[in-house]
């Protein structure tokens, strides 16, 4: 009966004879991550501040709305207070979208900032590992070569 071979010390042969700098993939974990969590804080400052916005919002509309709903002792001021709440609202959503739009144009600059960071640190991490890698492939030719001699 045929023996089945054991091709664990060949795969650790062969995995040995391609040098793995484990160095690059830390880096280039730990520049993923790095990167995630700027982005993270990004998204989270924008969130809060658009949380803040609509809760003004919020809060000026319904004091609005407070006052429209007061009893009055002329008919024509439930009309002018019906104006009013109506110019007043109009008046806070264009403040509110204008604020928002300033929150995405923030967010937006800064994800492109990060995003330019992260590419210029890639490309470098990128650069040195094939450096690297280049070299180790080029030494272990080297000694291959002198040991087929």
């Known amino acids: 009966m045929a023996k089945t071979q054991d091709f ?19 880096g280039a974990f730990k520049t993923q ?15 809060e501040k658009s949380t803040e916005i609509s809760s ?20 024509a001021e439930y009309s002018k207070a019906l104006s009013d709440f109506a110019s007043a609202t109009a008046e806070m959503a264009a ?15 800064e994800t492109v900032e990060l995003m330019l960071a992260a590419g210029k640190d ?8 094939v450096k690297k890698a280049t070299a180790d492939v080029t030494t272990a ?9």
């Open 56 to 75: 003004k919002w919020t809060k000026d509309a319904l004091g609005k709305f407070g006052d429209m709903a007061k009893a009055k002792e002329e008919p």
């Open 122 to 129: 890639m490309s470098e991490d990128a650069t040195a590992a």
């Open 8 to 26: 664990t010390k060949i795969m650790q042969d062969m995995m040995q004879s391609f040098p793995v700098d484990a160095k690059a993939f830390q």
């Open 33 to 47: 991550a790095a990167l995630g969590e700027k982005m993270t804080k990004v998204a989270l400052e924008a969130a």
């Open 95 to 109: 403040e509110n979208l204008a604020a928002y739009a300033e929150v995405a144009k923030k967010v937006q600059m």
């Open 141 to 149: 030719a080297k000694k291959a070569a002198t040991a087929a001699k």
